[in-house]
């Protein structure tokens, strides 16, 4: 699961710049520092969906890096479930696109910036990616990379947008956001 280091980093970094930042974040421990930063705690996927459509339109920009499911049970039980003899079948749903719903909303002038963890085909699938939703740029995540990725202090990224692709060498999670933000400064 993700721990949310990205997450706050660019908050803090784009706080840091004078940005009022509203941060959707699930459930995790770390704490935003920033004064400019309003932080909404979300529990689920739909949670996050519902947050998201409710901030954006007043946005500048969107960062959608958390880490959320792709898919969600179709149903969920309200008590525990015994163990039975027989197996459990287990039922998903795709969760709601946030990406998608957001690059559809995009207003002129909105920039919008996703992110992507791929195992195969990583920069095909991130472009792919890029135009399906929308976005102006998108940050690809490999789990590929040794000392990058989830619960880590570093990250190694990869910005893809329509005009290449531009690879980062490993580097702290706060250097990466860093690298970012420039990024989305650059891109008005």
């Known amino acids: 699961y993700s721990s949310g280091k990205m997450g706050f980093a660019l908050a803090e970094e784009c706080a840091s710049r004078g940005a009022e930042v509203s941060l959707i974040s699930g459930p995790v421990t770390i704490q935003a520092h920033h004064p400019n930063i309003r932080r909404i705690d979300v529990e689920s996927a739909g949670e996050m969906y519902e947050a998201a459509i409710r901030e954006f339109p007043t946005a500048s920009a969107g960062i959608l890096c958390a880490a959320v499911a792709d ?13 039975e003899k027989d197996n459990l079948i287990l039922q998903l749903k795709p969760t709601q696109d946030i990406a998608a719903a957001l690059g559809s909303q995009k207003k002129d002038g909105q920039i919008l910036v996703g992110f992507a963890l791929e195992t195969n085909d990583e920069t095909k699938n991130a472009q792919e990616k890029l135009e399906r939703k929308n976005l102006d740029f998108i940050v690809l995540n490999s789990l590929n990379d040794q000392g990058a990725g989830f619960r880590c202090d570093t990250n190694k990224i990869t910005i893809i947008d329509r005009q290449g692709v531009t690879p980062y060498p490993l580097k702290s999670k706060q250097e990466v956001a860093r690298d970012i933000i420039d990024r989305l400064v650059n891109n008005k």
């Open 71 to 83: 898919f969600t049970p179709e149903t969920v039980s309200g008590h525990k479930i015994k163990r």
